[in-house]
């Protein structure tokens, strides 16, 4: 039987167990135009899976596949594969990172495009004169050898000579980017050369352009054109605006790209994150400021719909947190409840209370039409080298923003949400005003409907109905594998402690219980163990029972070696390195940081894993508002529970319970326990609130019920027979 055409993509010597058919089925999906959802446990070669059949059909077809991620670890994995395949079968890759991340100058997205116009246009206008010098010394040539029409068309092009040398002198003051000058004036084909003769990382672009003060993100943009693979973050795709001028880059119609999104199960917060809109009140008082210096007739109406916002924003903050409330303002946004079940919002009553005028649909459209009037200004200035930065009008940023809470406030899957902070630098506390979006498939559907084909892939993807439902997909085709290890490498154990409902955690019973089996995993795990719990503060509760409320000892008890604590603003990357550093070492973060996914431990970096709880997010009003949109989205949907609760909560927080307990057994000699530490896990009757048939069917096979009490004995007997002691084990 003759081997797939995919396989010249593929860049090793032996497919993984199921990897194979993973290709085949993948190939057949885009061969039929279909959206593919693609779950793999770690170590079934999902990346290359999905990959190599894209870049096939994408050369067959003349497309192009765009790979995207959200985890950086995974993008520097996608170059690794990218540079194995270009190894086997030559493509022209390019991986894109965002400008602010590539700039030599240091200026923001703005100011760029304006030094990158005006640059161009003093470029242009230097060639022209180029053109027009050699022309007119021509034809000073031929006059002087009597040709009167010469002289008549040389005295012409002197005129225009003239007044393109004036053109100059104004460029000369105006502001330029030296980098990109070069990039227009020099020959670069050297470069491009050097880009495809391998697959290059945006830092090495970075290095490369710099030393020849070249623009990197400019090339890389001229580069793209028509290439087979481009690796990118998110945002080039989920943002409407970024994904328009992306396309436009690679030179390819939207149905002439392939789409490959990893961690998938990552896309639904983060297209509700592109989608959300903010206004804070320090944009408010610059815009006001702005207008008090202006002195055109919109100015008045502007300022009248502008500052009645300010103050209903200032009025509705300040009512919720309440007389002498501001003092316990951190500099973190906390959110304020601002949303009402029978009327407008709280903030919107009190704009509608405080405006005086005549009209707020015909004031804030004057105060967008003077915003972009004064934008257009502040690009002058910059451009014309009369300001050293180029400035965004606050008036047009905020007037948008009013005009958008006003006609979309209402609509389907809009929250209107106010939320306030204490500013670190002049302990002021302000306030900020949101549009947050519940809905992900109102940004994600138009994206998969338009692209020819997707393919979505994670280790945590299932169920699939729910997630064609959440993400706007239709049709697509299903796969899943399990993980392809074997078995006998691995325990997972669901432990019969009490059930740690939120009302319950405290219980001193509870924590002990908790606290003695937590102990007990450290001490009979050879090598590092990692416990999951549902928030920073559960973690650091437990850290201070097991150290005694020391930084990282190991407390009262020799056998427990380090135990370190993750907590928000924490260096996770050097947190991570002093962890896995350590041996027999423990390390206690939340379930929702972020080391429970997109982050290996490989070996004795982590051989056990314990999530303790059910780590359900903290039940917010956002969390709540998405509930409500989802029951009424999918009210017509076959669940067992309200499809609120378990779209919106349940499925999100076992998929990062499942992700978590990922983080062990990484590879085909790997091994290690993984512990789910409540009853709700358990085969126990829980009713409503057993979790265990929320796990696939074979993760719920492998499920093995423990007491607590018997789990050391169940840890020493598996890691002894996979010999993984350094001398003696300890005794139970």
């Not at 002198?169 to 990039?183: G, Q």
Request: proline share 5%.
């Amino acid at each position: 039987m003759p081997e797939s055409p995919h396989l010249r993509f593929f860049p090793y010597e032996e497919p993984y167990p199921n990897q194979r058919e993973a290709m085949d089925r993948v190939a057949n999906a885009l061969d039929r135009g279909q959206d593919v959802l693609f779950e793999g446990a770690p170590g079934t070669g999902k990346t290359l899976s999905a990959l190599v059949p894209a870049l096939e059909h994408a050369r067959e077809h003349d497309r192009t596949v765009v790979i995207t991620t959200n985890v950086h670890q995974q993008m520097r994995q996608f170059v690794e594969d990218a540079r194995a395949i270009t190894r086997e079968e030559p493509i022209r890759a390019v991986v894109f990172k965002g400008k602010s991340s590539m700039c030599h100058i240091d200026v923001d997205y703005q100011e760029c495009q304006t030094l990158r116009d005006t640059t161009r246009e003093m470029v242009e206008t230097e060639t022209e004169v180029r053109e027009l010098e050699s022309r007119q010394r021509e034809l000073l040539a031929e006059s002087r050898e009597g040709d009167a029409s010469a002289a008549e068309a040389r005295e012409a092009i002197m005129e225009e000579l003239d007044e393109l040398e004036g053109e100059i002198d104004e460029y000369e003051a105006a502001n330029v980017c030296e980098h990109y000058r070069n990039n227009l004036t020099r020959d670069t084909d050297d470069f491009f050369a050097w880009l495809f003769d391998d697959v290059r990382t945006p830092d090495d672009v970075y290095e490369y352009a710099e030393e020849r003060e070249l623009c990197g993100y400019e090339l890389l943009k001229e580069g793209m054109e028509g290439v087979d693979l481009v690796v990118c973050n998110y945002h080039h795709l989920l943002d409407p605006n970024i994904r328009e001028q992306f396309f436009r880059w690679i030179d390819r119609d939207p149905s002439e790209i392939i789409t490959v999104f990893d961690e998938a199960h990552n896309i639904e917060d983060a297209a509700r994150d592109h989608a959300t809109r903010t206004l804070t009140e320090n944009t408010l008082d610059a815009a006001l400021d702005e207008l008090a210096d202006s002195d055109d007739s919109r100015a008045e109406p502007a300022e009248n719909v502008l500052r009645a916002f300010r103050d209903a924003l200032v009025e509705t903050y300040e009512g919720a947190v309440g007389f002498g409330g501001s003092g316990s303002v951190t500099e973190n946004w906390e959110d304020v409840s601002i949303a009402n079940d029978d009327r407008r919002d709280d903030l919107t009553l009190a704009f509608l209370r405080n405006y005086e005028g005549n009209g707020i649909d015909a004031e804030t459209e004057l105060a967008v039409q003077l915003g972009q009037a004064i934008d257009e200004e502040y690009e002058r200035r910059y451009r014309d080298g009369e300001a050293t930065t180029r400035s965004e009008s606050q008036t047009l940023a905020a007037a948008r923003f009013v005009a958008t809470w006003m006609d979309e406030g209402t609509e389907f899957g809009q929250y209107p949400v106010v939320s306030v902070r204490r500013d670190a630098g002049t302990d002021e506390v302000y306030g900020r005003a949101e549009l947050y979006t519940c809905i992900p498939r109102n940004v994600t559907a138009e994206l998969f409907d338009e692209v020819a084909a997707s393919v979505l892939m994670s280790a945590t993807l299932r169920p699939f109905d729910v997630t064609e439902d959440v993400l706007g997909l239709e049709d697509a085709a299903s796969m899943a594998y399990e993980m392809g290890y074997p078995e006998a490498n691995r325990r997972t154990f669901a432990a019969d402690v009490p059930p740690l409902f939120a009302s319950e955690r405290s219980d001193p019973e509870t924590q002990a219980a908790v606290s003695s089996l937590l102990r007990d995993a450290i001490r009979f795990t050879p090598g590092n163990t990692l416990a999951f719990f549902p928030s920073y503060a559960e973690a650091e509760r437990y850290h201070e029972r097991l150290t005694g409320g020391g930084s990282a000892a190991g407390g009262d008890d020799p056998d427990i070696g380090p135990i370190h604590l993750d907590g928000p603003g924490e260096d996770e990357e050097r947190l991570r390195s002093e962890f896995v550093a350590d041996d027999g070492a423990a390390l206690f973060t939340s379930l929702w940081g972020t080391l429970g996914e997109g982050v290996s431990f490989d070996g004795d970096d982590a051989r056990t894993v314990v999530v303790v709880g059910v780590p359900y997010p903290h039940l917010s009003d956002r969390t709540e508002a998405v509930q409500d949109a989802y029951d009424r989205a999918f009210a017509d949907r076959d669940r067992a529970r309200d499809p609120g609760w378990t779209y919106a909560v349940e499925i999100p927080t076992i998929r990062k319970t499942r992700q978590a307990i990922g983080r062990v057994i990484r590879g085909p000699e790997d091994f290690g326990v993984r512990i789910l530490a409540d009853r709700r896990y358990t085969t126990a009757d829980m009713g409503k609130y057993s979790v265990r048939s929320a796990f696939p069917p074979e993760e719920r096979e492998e499920l093995l019920d423990v007491d607590p009490e018997k789990l050391k004995f169940a840890m020493l007997n598996f890691y002894r027979d996979h010999d993984a002691y350094d001398g003696p084990p300890p005794s139970p």
